[in-house]
């Protein structure tokens, strides 16, 4: 009789067998995390600015009206309000995330980077702002694919497949850990 452990291993090498096969992602969901991955890079921005500014990273206000302004254009794309909301809480907490770390890392160093600085108001908000809506078509065009039993496969395979920085991976893996509906 196979004791527990070899048990475990044969159940594990089956479960990653049955994963390595996985079908490929479908190319909504490249082109979602690109776009997903660009918003990231503006936080690097956004931290040197609330850096210069000694402004906190949460702005619950400016956070609503993002969120609020996303729900309301909802419709718009055939989106369910409720899933925007939640996609988009998850976009600006993964932004946060890579905020708070630059900022600790910088309080470490008693330095930013000399990196120019756009204006947040004038230049990043509007950028973010266009980013939305892509972001926003981009979440419609892949909808169809959130129930599919591989979607969790894809997301892993997306945020451990490529050559990242370990802060821009897990806030990668903050911005889409709610993006797949399936409970396999």
């Known amino acids: 009789m196979p004791s527990p452990l070899q048990i475990c291993l044969a159940l594990s090498a089956a479960l990653l067998a049955g994963t390595a096969q996985a079908a490929p992602a479908p190319a909504s969901l490249v082109l979602l995390l690109a776009s997903i991955e660009e918003r990231l890079a503006i936080a690097d921005q956004v931290a040197l600015s609330k850096w210069d500014s000694h402004k906190p990273v949460e702005d619950r206000p400016r956070e609503r009206e993002v969120i609020a302004g996303a729900v309301a254009q909802a419709p718009a794309y055939k989106l369910d309000g409720a899933a925007v909301e939640q996609f988009f809480a998850a976009q600006i907490e993964a932004n946060k995330l890579v905020q708070y770390a630059h900022l600790s890392e910088w309080t470490l160093q008693a330095q930013a980077p000399n990196a120019p600085r756009p204006d947040l108001v004038g230049q990043i908000r509007p950028q973010l702002d266009r980013l939305q809506k892509r972001l926003l078509q981009q979440l419609a065009d892949f909808s169809p694919h959130r129930n599919d ?35 396999g």
């Open 149 to 183: 039993p591989q979607c969790p496969q894809w997301l892993a395979q997306a945020t451990h497949g490529a050559d990242r920085a370990p802060l821009r991976q897990l806030a990668l893996i903050r911005a889409i850990a709610e993006l797949c509906v399936f409970k």
